[in-house]
C-alpha cells in the first residue's frame, strides 16, 4: 500500500484527454516537487514530468503536470494507442523514516479504447 | 549523453545476497552533478525504491529494506553497486538503476530519476 494514492486504471478514446491523479500528504507531495514516470509494458519507465510542471526535452506538449495542496494531476491531450502504459508519480516523503525516502504511487494503467 | 547498465547474476538463493553493478557512461560517477539509486519492480506490481547514494557516500535507504541493503561507489570503474542480505523469493524483481540530476545544489535532494537504466531480473529460487 502506497502513501501516494493512484487510480488503478483509467481510459479514454483516441484524441481525447486524460487525467491520472496522484494523492499525498504534507509529509509528501505537500511539500516536494513531484515527477511521473511512463513505463510502457516490458520497458524502463521513462520520465514525463519533473518538479510537478516541467517536460524534460523529447516530451511532448500532450503531457502536463500540476500540483495542487498535497495531490498531483497528470494530463495527457490527443491520445494515441502509444500512450497505452502505467504511469507512476513519486516524490520524496519525509515521514516514513529518520530522514527522507522517496515514495512512488501504485501505479495507473492507461488505456486507450 | 548519461547512460546507464544493470549487470550481475539473474538467479540466487534464498538466504544468499543478491549483488548488482550499474555502469555509468556519459559522465563520471564522481560528479557532484547526479545522484544514483536503485529501483525494483516486482512482477506484475510497482515500482519499489530501493536506495540512493551520492559521490561522497552519503546513503539513503527505504526503511523496510534498509537492514538488509548496501549501496557502494566504485570510482575507478564508473559504477556504483547494490547488496541486499537474505533474500526470499518476495525479493524477485526486475531491478532498475538510475540517476538523480541534482539540479538543485547543495542542501536539496534530487527530486527526480532521469535517465534509468534498461532493467535486470533477477529471480530468488
Known sequence: QSVLTQPPSVSAAPGQKVTISCSGSSSNIGNNFVSWYQQIPGTAPRLLIYDNDKRPSGIPDRFSGSKSGTSATLGITGLQTGDEADYYCGTWDNNLGPGEDWVFGGGTKLTVL | ?125
Not at chain 2, 547512460?3 to 557532484?32: A, F, H, N, R, Y
Not at chain 2, 536503485?38 to 546513503?59: A, D, F, M, S, V
Not at chain 2, 566504485?74 to 553497486?81: E, W
Open chain 2, 1 to 125: 549523453q548519461l547512460q546507464l547498465q544493470e549487470s550481475g547474476p539473474g538467479l540466487v538463493k534464498p538466504s544468499e545476497t543478491l549483488s548488482l553493478t550499474c555502469t555509468v557512461s556519459g559522465d563520471s560517477i564522481s560528479s557532484s552533478a547526479y545522484y544514483w539509486g536503485w529501483i525494483r519492480q516486482p512482477p506484475g506490481k510497482g515500482l519499489e525504491w530501493i536506495g540512493t547514494i551520492y559521490y561522497n557516500w552519503n546513503t539513503y535507504y527505504n526503511p523496510s529494506l534498509k537492514s538488509r541493503v548496501t549501496m557502494s561507489i566504485d570510482t575507478p570503474k564508473n559504477q556504483f553497486s547494490l547488496e541486499l542480505d537474505s533474500v526470499t523469493a518476495a525479493d524477485s524483481a526486475v531491478y532498475y538503476c538510475a540517476s538523480l540530476p541534482n539540479s538543485y545544489g547543495s542542501g536539496t535532494l534530487p527530486a527526480w530519476f532521469d535517465p534509468w537504466g534498461q532493467g535486470t531480473p533477477v529471480t530468488v529460487s
